[in-house]
């Protein structure tokens, strides 16, 4: 299966390319366009229980799209707000995705909901956190750009900019500073990751606009 | 009618450049900024589309029932018009016989010698085609501009080919598209997460739009706060 990240990236779009009995499993509502000779059937996202925890947890959905051809075919997936994309190519180590971050996967790879911990919880993060495993590509996207750091000790990230980290990573939910700093600067919890690994970040907030709009609603 | 496209694919507007007597008809609030030779006039009528009754269709299918029509007094004026939301703007020329059948927020000016009408795929289509979607058939001659959310990308449909609701933008009128499940099976189109697609078939030209509108309102609208 080729694929291609397009409009990258204000608008990235995933276009995959399906040869004769390929299948990738989409996130549900993903679609934009494809192929009609590509046929979609929804199933739970790991089993009912999990897709269960998933949806009353960790904020997704309840179901996953698993899209295959018998013929070959194209479809372009997308995201709800506008945003970059990226892809990590799996070879048996493991990534933690926010919630709503995951787009597509091969249908190698493995999903499961982690422990994220009352601390995530508290950071208005859920108390699960989808894990990707295994082998294949894992697409996943944010809203606005998407910045790569890799940490090797302590670094502070605004809870609602997490996109992804790596499992050798440790979060902490903290204050961003005393607490008159952390009433006033804006930034209220942070959280705090510890390293070494790779953490994904998306350079701008859906909260954060929500905020902005409640702000100028009367 | 001279037409640029700025500022692409972001937040992309057309700056439109006017001989003397030339018009443009434009969705009410789609002015950004214009030199100051133009007549503009608020109608509810498209040039061949019958007056007041062509507004209340229009207002029907969910639009503005009223049209901006920018006449300049000079050769030369100029006019800045953008859409709403962030996103792309494309310049489509119509030529005699090609019809383009464009969705409703995606129309965004058409020239003199376009008709505009709304009326025709059918209180069905327009009700179940999805979440404010209504259609608009631009024919004759002349210029046309449309507006995405987020990029445009052009789809040669061969056969048949699969929509979502929220991202089509326009297409040809030698397709057809019947709205329908996704897959075999009701429960599938219903936990799919997708809704109702449109399903095309025909040769012809399709052009969808990256992002959905709905599906950006639906990711924002549970987090704002009650008016």
Redesign the interface.
């Known amino acids: 299966m080729e694929y291609e990240i397009?409009?990258r990236p204000?608008?990235?779009?995933l276009l995959l390319r399906l040869t004769r009995g390929e299948r990738v499993l989409a996130?549900?509502?993903?679609?934009?366009?494809?192929?009609?000779s590509?046929?979609?059937?929804?199933r739970f996202s790991g089993g009912f229980f999990m897709a269960l925890l998933r949806k009353l947890f960790g904020g997704e959905?309840?179901?996953m799209?698993e899209l295959s051809t018998d013929s070959g075919g194209e479809l372009?997936l997308?995201?709800?707000?506008?945003g970059d994309m990226e892809c990590m190519e799996l070879k048996g180590q493991a990534l933690f995705l926010q919630a709503g971050a995951f787009i597509a996967c091969d249908t190698s790879v493995s999903l499961s909901l982690g422990w994220a911990g009352i601390r995530s919880w508290l950071a208005r993060e859920g108390l699960f956190r989808l894990k990707v495993s295994g082998t294949g590509r894992v697409w996943f996207g944010g809203y606005g750009g998407i910045l790569t750091k890799e940490i090797q000790s302590e670094y502070v990230v605004d809870s609602s900019h997490l996109v992804a980290y790596e499992p050798s990573i440790s979060l902490k939910v903290g204050l961003s500073g005393g607490v008159a700093t952390s009433l006033f600067s804006g930034e209220g919890l942070v959280m705090r990751l510890r390293g070494p690994g790779r953490v994904y970040l998306q350079s701008r907030s859906?909260?954060a606009?929500?905020a902005w709009?409640?702000s100028h609603?009367? | 009618m001279q037409t640029e496209i700025l500022a692409r694919p972001s937040a992309a507007v057309a700056r439109l450049t006017l001989r003397a007597g030339e018009t443009i008809t434009c969705e009410v609030g789609a002015m950004v900024a214009m030199s100051t030779g133009f007549q503009v006039e608020t109608t509810t009528r498209q040039r061949g589309s019958g007056g007041l009754w062509a507004g209340v269709k229009r207002m029907v299918s969910g639009e503005n029932f009223f049209l901006n029509k920018f006449t300049a007094r000079a050769d030369g004026e100029h006019l800045i018009i953008g859409p709403t939301l962030v996103g792309d703007v494309i310049h489509h020329e119509l030529v005699g016989a090609g019809t383009l059948i464009v969705q409703g927020s995606s129309w965004l000016a058409s020239g003199p010698g376009v008709e505009i009408d709304t009326s025709f795929q059918g209180i069905g289509k327009a009700l179940f085609s999805g979440e404010s979607v209504f259609w608009i058939k631009c024919s004759g001659r002349g210029d046309l501009l449309l507006n995405s959310f987020g990029s445009i990308y052009e789809v040669d449909v061969q056969d048949s080919y699969v929509v979502d609701t929220g991202h089509i933008v326009a297409f040809q009128d030698t397709l057809q598209f019947t709205v329908g499940k996704l897959g075999d099976s009701w429960l599938h189109t219903m936990l799919s997460g997708e809704g109702l697609v449109c399903h095309f078939s025909g040769r012809g030209k399709l052009y969808c739009q990256t992002h959905s509108p709905p599906g950006f309102g639906h990711e924002l609208g549970p987090m704002l706060r009650p008016r």
């Open positions: 397009r409009n204000a608008f990235a779009n996130e549900s509502g993903a679609m934009a366009s494809m192929s009609s590509i046929q979609v059937r929804s959905s309840l179901f799209n372009v997308t995201q709800p707000t506008p859906i909260d606009l929500a709009v409640n609603i009367y």
